[in-house]
């Protein structure tokens, strides 16, 4: 897979229980965008994500990823190439201690003892954790947690990031330290997020959900100076975008 664009084309969803999160669902993004997913709480926000990284099938319509189409069978190809950040990060964690967390996709994708010690190496220093390599994830701070489950996604070299929530629940110092860790980042990514700050420093272009739709997309300023449309998504305008009072 050499262009890792990302696109959703007419994807509709429904719920076993039958209820719909996503309609009608289309756009692409392309190799090394930023974009942000934003939308009130039940806008879709984490099922679309859920779709991208192939955890979900949508009922009509398909999502292709790199020129390839999301299916049972491309369904683990695909994986290596979108990674997928939970919004939370003990679903992520599961093994005794951090190395052996973030060598569990590495060692998944059958590379060596040697090219998974490399890539545990690389995915601890890249996110600032190399400290914690022998700790256990249950004994760490929120935003430990959070550096950690990002190594444990980047260890296996996604071409496309896709994070849910990654601000919710941190602390403001933590927070700050994610935000610079997902600026350094040279990767496509998707982010879903209420921290509409963070999109301001991080995303050129926003995604905005509402009740399953897609109801703008376009460049972040222009759509967090629409006070009607951030309103209607039941978002509350960046402080850095407020016009400054006239005295
Ligand atoms: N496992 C599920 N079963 C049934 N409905 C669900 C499930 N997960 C989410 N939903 C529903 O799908 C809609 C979209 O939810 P979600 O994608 O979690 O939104 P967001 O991430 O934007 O808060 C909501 O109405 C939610 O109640
Ligand atoms: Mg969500």
Redesign the pocket.
Known sequence: MSHHYLSFDHVSYS???G????HDISFRIDHGEKVA?V????????????HADGLLTPSQGKVVVGGIELTDKTVRLIRQSVGLVF?HSDDQLFMPTVEEDVAFGPANMGLTPAEIEQRVAGALAAVGASHLRTASPYSLSGGQKKSVAIATVLAMEPSILVL??PTSGLDPRARRQTIELLGRFRHTMLV?THDLEMVCELCGRTIA?RD?RIVADGPTERLFRDTALLEACGLEQPCSLRRPATV
């Open positions: 719920y076993p229980d209820r719909r999160a996503l997913l939308g009130a709480n039940g806008a879709g926000k984490s099922t679309l994500l859920l919004q849910d929530e879903a959900m399953g």
